[in-house]
């Protein structure tokens, strides 16, 4: 098994997360997250008529344990659905999963 990370513009989670449902994905962890990329978070914004230097920005950050089969297609669908093309689009990274079970049964998804 793989566990699929991605940090995407905040923007988009409701984009990728239909398309991961229609997909057949049947659980996602969704956290929200601060962080810089190679953009390294030097945005000027304005906040009550002031430019202000923004370093840290907002993003949310997908984990989903998916079966090797299913790394690629799943890595396509948040790629194409969180894509604008624009510095800050995102990351996607893949590990292996060296157990996963769940808590209240005991059960075992790798066996």
């Known amino acids: 098994m793989k566990k699929?990370?991605?940090?995407?513009?905040?923007?988009?989670l409701d984009q990728v997360e239909k398309a991961l449902?229609?997909?057949?994905?049947?659980g996602i962890t969704v956290s929200q997250v601060l962080g810089w990329?190679?953009?390294k978070g030097n945005i000027t914004e304005v906040?009550?008529?002031?430019?202000?230097?923004?370093?840290?920005?907002?993003?949310?950050k997908l984990e989903i344990i998916v079966n090797n089969t299913e790394s690629e297609s799943v890595q396509e669908i948040i790629r194409e659905n969180a894509l604008t093309g624009k510095l800050g689009d995102g990351v996607i990274w893949v590990t292996a999963v060296e157990d996963f079970r769940r808590i209240r049964t005991g059960e075992n998804f790798l066996d």
């Open 4 to 12: 699929i990370e991605a940090v995407i513009r905040s923007n988009k």
């Open 21 to 26: 449902s229609n997909l057949g994905i049947s």
């Open 37 to 39: 990329g190679r953009q």
């Open 47 to 60: 906040y009550r008529g002031t430019e202000v230097s923004v370093r840290l920005l907002p993003k949310v």
